[in-house]
T-cell receptor, first 113, second 112 residues
Framework: GNSVTQMEGPVTLSEEAFLTINCTYT??????LFWYVQYPGEGLQLLLK?????DKGSNKGFEATYRKETTSFHLEKGSVQVSDSAVYFC????????????FGQGTTLQVKP | GAGVSQTPSNKVTEKGKYVELRCDPI?????LYWYRQSLGQGPEFLIY????????DSGLPNDRFFAVRPEGSVSTLKIQRTERGDSAVYLC??????????FGPGTRLTVL
């Protein structure tokens, strides 16, 4: 069945460092791919999405490219800030059916000043 | 506009009791989803409503779990004979025609 695998955390970086959080997926058909973020004490928020192969989603300096050939959707940011400290979830959705989301286990990012 | 709201924010109950968790979706959103998030894990799908009907309930773990959406707006997730393993954060999300989902803050359920 469909599944999402994220790199294990926690990831600890210094401010202004480059961030990569790896995400790979297994799916039938052509899913849409998402990154959601959960800041401390807050609910899940959509960070970015991509709906077809080679699409690049971007928001708040974060980017991820839908790579069908490697079944990946890695999250990147060129210069992280302390305020980026949160848990990041990769997810896929098959909009051809119910649109339900399948999430990875989450990766905790801690950015130190 | 108002986002997805969930009540209560926290619920503590005893093993064997019945609980109801409520979700108010964004106005006009026809699709509504329930997920369960255990500590340190990603959310897991429970059930999906399109309008009033449950279009996919394949994620409900057993027959103690049931959800309704009688008027196509507010939804209630009902758990009978609660067990300690039901302790988790229950998330609700809504979307317009199964497009991007917007999540509520969740209800933290603790079964003692």
């Amino acid at each position: 069945g469909n599944s999402v695998t994220q790199m294990e955390g926690p990831v600890t970086l210094s401010e202004e460092a480059f961030l990569t959080i790896n995400c790979t997926y297994t799916a039938t058909g052509y899913p849409s791919l998402f990154w959601y973020v959960q800041y401390p004490g807050e609910g899940l928020q959509l960070l970015l999405k991509a709906t077809k192969a080679d699409d690049k989603g971007s928001n708040k300096g974060f980017e991820a490219t839908y790579r069908k050939e490697t079944t990946s959707f890695h999250l990147e940011k060129g210069s992280v800030q302390v305020s980026d400290s949160a848990v990041y979830f990769c997810a896929l959705s098959d909009f051809e059916n119910t649109g339900k989301l399948i999430f990875g286990q989450g990766t905790t990012l801690q950015v130190k000043p | 506009g108002a986002g997805v709201s969930q009540t209560p924010s926290n619920k503590v109950t005893e093993k064997g009791k019945y609980v109801e968790l409520r979700c108010d979706p964004i106005s006009g959103h026809t699709a509504l989803y329930w997920y369960r998030q255990s500590l340190g894990q990603g959310p897991e799908f429970l059930i999906y409503f399109q309008g009033t009907g449950a279009a996919d309930d394949s994620g409900l773990p057993n027959d103690r779990f049931f959800a309704v959406r009688p008027e196509g707006s507010v939804s209630t997730l009902k758990i009978q004979r609660t067990e300690r393993g039901d302790s988790a954060v229950y998330l609700c999300a809504s979307s317009f025609r199964a497009d991007t989902q917007y999540f509520g803050p969740g209800t933290r359920l603790t079964v003692l």
